[in-house]
T-cell receptor, first 108, second 115 residues
Framework: GQNIDQPTEMTATEGAIVQINCTYQTSGFNGLFWYQQHAGEAPTFLSYNVLDGLEEKGRFSSFLSRSKGYSYLLLKELQMKDSASYLCAVSNDYKLSFGAGTTVTVRA | DTEVTQTPKHLVMGMTNKKSLKCEQHMGHRAMYWYKQKAKKPPELMFVYSYEKLSINESVPSRFSPECPNSSLLNLHLHALQPEDSALYLC??????????????FGPGTRLTVL
């Protein structure tokens, strides 16, 4: 089975940094994805990690430790438009299994 | 073209109606997916098609019937739905339906309401 945990909600101030943690226990692992989803819209791809370490892409970075079953998404220089739900998803064979999502609220 | 399109955007249907959701992609992707998403919940996988063949059915009730007429199109036929089937239905595609990096591109979804 799949068990993917992430915090339900986080709040931060514009310009700040927020780190969203994700822990997983899955019966197979072919990579971990982070998606962003604004209310009422489709998820959009942010990052992919399959090897241990940090992947940086602009203001967003994602880290993976396979031995610990742990990942985080780091959002820097927060902007109001970053207010959204952030979904951690583990790839296993054909499937993406999603965590429940973390709602990030950015305040002025 | 890096888009997955879905029609209709919104659909309201009665429990005795028959309707279809449509999904299209022209990225040459060989895997296509249907997900169901309830409010404030993550997407739940329903079906996976790989090379136009049904690969995964996540024990979805038979009132949902998928169809893949060709590599670019994916349909979801709906019949005798229940009010609890009301949700956002997302279509996605990926380059290959294999293990490994399998970035899925999502369509905008169809918001379905069953009365």
């Amino acid at each position: 089975g799949q068990n993917i945990d992430q915090p339900t909600e986080m709040t931060a101030t514009e310009g700040a940094i927020v780190q969203i943690n994700c822990t997983y226990q899955t019966s197979g692992f072919n990579g971990l994805f982070w998606y962003q989803q604004h209310a009422g819209e489709a998820p959009t791809f942010l990052s992919y990690n399959v090897l241990d370490g940090l992947e940086e892409k602009g203001r967003f970075s994602s880290f993976l430790s396979r031995s610990k079953g742990y990942s985080y998404l780091l959002l820097k220089e927060l902007q109001m438009k970053d207010s959204a739900s952030y979904l951690c998803a583990v790839s296993n064979d054909y499937k993406l299994s999603f965590g429940a999502g973390t709602t990030v609220t950015v305040r002025a | 073209d890096t888009e997955v399109t879905q029609t209709p955007k919104h659909l309201v249907m009665g429990m005795t109606n028959k309707k279809s959701l449509k999904c299209e992609q022209h990225m040459g992707h060989r895997a296509m997916y249907w997900y169901k998403q309830k409010a404030k919940k993550p997407p739940e996988l329903m079906f996976v098609y790989s090379y136009e063949k049904l690969s995964i059915n996540e024990s979805v009730p038979s009132r949902f019937s998928p169809e893949c007429p060709n590599s670019s199109l994916l349909n979801l036929h709906l019949h005798a739905l229940q009010p609890e089937d009301s949700a956002l239905y997302l279509c996605a595609s990926s380059q290959e339906g294999l293990a490994g990096k399998n970035e899925q591109f999502f369509g905008p979804g169809t918001r379905l309401t069953v009365l």
